[in-house]
C-alpha cells in the first residue's frame, strides 16, 4: 500500500491565484514528518516546507503553507499568488521514526499568464 | 551551507558494466539515502543507511547494493548493469532519531545504460 498519495497528476493555475496540492499520508506511528519538495526541470530537490506531527500549528513559509489535517492524515500545500516560476513537479514526502523517507508520485503543477 | 555531493550528474555505461555513484555529506548527518526517480513513478527508495556500515533495504534494492564505511560518504553500487536501470538517481541525507525537517538532497546523477 502506498503511504504517501498525490491524486493529481498535474494541476493548471494562473498567475497570481492560489492553489492547493492534495497530499494524504498512511501510518500509525505516532511520531513523524511531512515535506513538500519542488523539483523544477533542472532536476534539484528544492526544499519547501516541513511539518511535524506534534506542532500545533499549521507550517508557513513564505507563500507556502501545509494543510494539516492530522485525523485526515491529510497534509496538503498551498501556494498562494501563484508565479511563472512555480511551475514544476512537486513531492510530498513523510519520514518516520526509524529513518524511512516515502515520496508520492508527484504532481506536475504548470502556472499560466 | 549544507552540502550533499554526488560524484556524477551524467553518466553513461554498457550493460554488464559495474557503476558506482558516490555521495558525500558535510553535515555529520546519520540517515543518507539513495532513490531512483522515474516518470510517472517518483522517488522510490533503494536503500538508506542509519549508520556507518548500517543499512537497510528500500522498496526496489535488486540489482544494487549499497556501502558506508564512513559517516559522509554512501555509496550506491550497480554491480552489472543493465538497461533498466536508466535512471536519475537522487542521494539525500538527514538527522537521524525523531523526525525533523534537516533533510538534504544531492544535485542527482542520470545514468544512461547502452
Known amino acids: 500500500a502506498q503511504k504517501i498519495t498525490q491524486t493529481q497528476p498535474g494541476m493548471f493555475v494562473q498567475e497570481k491565484e492560489a492553489v492547493t496540492l492534495d497530499c494524504t499520508y498512511d501510518?500509525?506511528?505516532?511520531?513523524?514528518?511531512l515535506f513538500w519538495y519542488k523539483q523544477p526541470s533542472s532536476g534539484e530537490m528544492i526544499f519547501l516546507i516541513y511539518q511535524g506531527s506534534y506542532d500545533q500549528q499549521n507550517a508557513t513559509e513564505g507563500r507556502y503553507s501545509l494543510n494539516f489535517q492530522k485525523a485526515r492524515k491529510s497534509a496538503n500545500l498551498v501556494i498562494s499568488a501563484s508565479q511563472l516560476g512555480d511551475s514544476a513537479m512537486y513531492f510530498c514526502a513523510m519520514i518516520q521514526a526509524l529513518g524511512r523517507l516515502y515520496f508520492g508520485r508527484g504532481t506536475q503543477l504548470t502556472v499560466w499568464p | 551551507d549544507v552540502k550533499v555531493t554526488q560524484s556524477s550528474r551524467y553518466l553513461v555505461k554498457r550493460t554488464g558494466e559495474k557503476v558506482f555513484l558516490e555521495c558525500v555529506q558535510d553535515m555529520d548527518h546519520e540517515n543518507m539515502f539513495w532513490y531512483r526517480q522515474d516518470p510517472g513513478l517518483g522517488l522510490r527508495l533503494i536503500y538508506f543507511?542509519?549508520?556507518?556500515?548500517?543499512?537497510e533495504k528500500g522498496d526496489i534494492p535488486e540489482g544494487y547494493s549499497v556501502s558506508r564505511e564512513k559517516k559522509e560518504r554512501f555509496s550506491l553500487i550497480l554491480e552489472s548493469a543493465s538497461t533498466n536501470q536508466t535512471s536519475m538517481y537522487l542521494c539525500?541525507?538527514?538527522?537521524?532519531?525523531?523526525?525533523?525537517?534537516?533533510?538534504?538532497f544531492g544535485e542527482g546523477s542520470r545514468l544512461t545504460v547502452l
Open positions: 543507511s542509519y549508520d556507518v556500515k548500517m543499512k
Open positions: 501510518t500509525s506511528d505516532p511520531s513523524y514528518g
Open positions: 539525500a541525507s538527514g538527522l537521524g532519531g525523531s523526525p525533523s525537517g534537516e533533510l538534504f
